[in-house]
């Protein structure tokens, strides 16, 4: 069966740094991609970036170049998404996807349950 | 980036009704087009893509249509298990971008 399970909720102060984890279990990790979609809320879902485990090339979309790190560790079947200086606006549910198709079209096919990230002084 | 729109935004239904949204790209994306389904605090879940193949495991009674640039997702008789946000997503081209969302409750 596939699955990704999430890190935990997360509570930060503004300025403070932030990674969160997605592993994959029940296929082969290194053969699809991972992307990452933010709901911040009440609003709708937009994708931030992917990665291919299998040789960590990573894409963002460009709302989000620059503003967040998408990596990959093989050897645990793990995704990680991060921040170096959380803002206020960061304040939103994440969500990892696997993902069918290539780097440049793709649809998430199985869900993480999601990690809430609120970021409040 | 190509703007996806649907309608309606939201509209209240009953269970057995036969129910239509419909998913419009700013440009043509051929049959590249998904939709999901989210229900408050859970992850999306993949119903369809490629514009009318349902995702192993859903239901028959959701179906998808559309190429180009019009789209519909028909749910044939709305389960209460069925109330909950629709999205549509293109994947024609970077970046992909999903459609406002339509939210569907209880009437």
């Known amino acids: 069966e596939v699955q990704l399970v999430q890190s935990g909720a997360e509570v930060k102060k503004p300025g403070e740094s932030l990674k969160i984890s997605c592993k994959g279990s029940g296929y082969s990790f290194t053969s699809y991609w991972i992307g990452w979609v933010r709901q911040m809320p009440g609003k709708g879902l937009e994708w931030m970036g992917i990665?291919?485990?299998?040789?960590?090339?990573?894409r963002y979309s460009p709302s989000f170049q620059g503003q967040v790190t998408i990596s990959a560790d093989k050897s645990i079947s793990t995704a990680y998404l991060q921040w170096s200086s959380l803002k206020a606006s960061d304040t939103a549910m994440y969500y990892c996807a696997r993902l069918e198709g290539g780097s440049g079209s793709y649809y998430g096919d199985y869900w993480g349950q999601g990690t809430l990230v609120t970021v409040s002084s | 980036a190509i703007r996806m729109t649907q309608s309606p935004s939201s509209f209240s239904a009953s269970t057995g009704d036969r129910v239509t949204i419909t998913c419009r790209a700013s440009q043509g994306i051929s049959s590249y087009l998904a939709w999901y389904q989210q229900k408050p605090g859970k992850a999306p879940k993949l119903l369809i893509y490629?514009?009318?193949t349902l995702q192993s495991g859903v239901p028959s009674r959701f179906s998808g249509s559309g190429s180009g640039t019009d789209f519909t997702l028909t749910i044939s008789c709305l389960q209460s298990e069925d109330f909950a946000t629709y999205y549509c997503?293109?994947?024609?081209?970077?970046?992909?971008?999903f459609g406002p969302g339509t939210k569907v409750d209880i009437k």
């Open positions: 990665i291919y485990p299998g040789d960590s090339d990573t």
């Open positions: 997503q293109q994947y024609y081209s970077y970046p992909v971008t």
């Open positions: 490629a514009a009318s």
